[in-house]
């Protein structure tokens, strides 16, 4: 039988604004046979990709990709928020729904020609997905997948990928 994410989930209505249900981790994460569960059924989904790589998206992808990274026998490279890491850097923007952010990587990792999978804790809309996927393939990687803990599905984040996408538990919004 699948792993079952949503009695670990935490539903927390009107946050951050009226009519959004912010849907919390925290409890998933603070029980170590639940975080086991979590870690082995997400382990399984990435390992379809085949990847070389793992990377972890700036902040909550980090807790997810380098257990994957261990269980999968690969290594990790991070995606940081802009100004949060030295060196030549490649950079993308994408939308948020109250401005623009930027994400970033360093071009001195050993991306190029490995398969990667990207990790990270939500797939809302997928413009952090999308500038990740983007920012991959500029420094020569390929995108072999995408692996989140949570999908909001009615928010068609997964459509502004071009690369298969697997998540643990999936909400409409």
């Known amino acids: 039988m699948p792993f079952n994410l949503d009695p670990h989930i935490g539903k927390i209505p009107d946050f951050p604004k009226?009519?959004?249900?912010?849907?919390?981790?925290?409890?998933?994460?603070?029980?170590?046979?639940?975080l086991r569960q979590a870690i082995a059924a997400m382990t399984e989904l990435a390992a379809g990709f085949e990847p070389q790589l793992t990377a972890g998206i700036d902040a909550r992808g980090f807790l997810f990709a380098m257990p994957l990274a261990l269980n999968?026998?690969?290594?990790?490279?991070?995606?940081?928020?802009?100004?949060?890491?030295?060196?030549?850097?490649?950079?993308?923007?994408?939308?948020?729904e109250y401005g623009e952010a930027r994400i970033a990587l360093q071009t001195s990792r050993e991306i190029a020609g490995q398969r990667v999978v990207l990790c990270d804790d939500l797939?809302?809309?997928?413009g952090t997905l999308a500038a990740s996927a983007r920012l991959v393939e500029r420094a020569?990687?390929?995108?072999?997948?995408?692996?989140?803990?949570?999908?909001?599905?009615?928010?068609?984040?997964?459509?502004?990928?071009?690369?298969?996408v697997a998540c643990l538990q999936s909400y409409e919004f």
């Open 140 to 164: 020569g990687g390929i995108v072999a997948g995408a692996v989140c803990m949570i999908e909001l599905a009615g928010l068609k984040g997964r459509e502004k990928l071009d690369c298969p």
């Open 123 to 126: 797939l809302a809309t997928g």
């Open 72 to 96: 999968l026998q690969t290594g990790t490279v991070m995606i940081r928020k802009s100004g949060k890491l030295p060196g030549k850097l490649v950079e993308e923007s994408y939308a948020l």
């Open 18 to 34: 009226p009519g959004i249900t912010f849907y919390d981790i925290s409890p998933a994460l603070e029980k170590p046979e639940v």
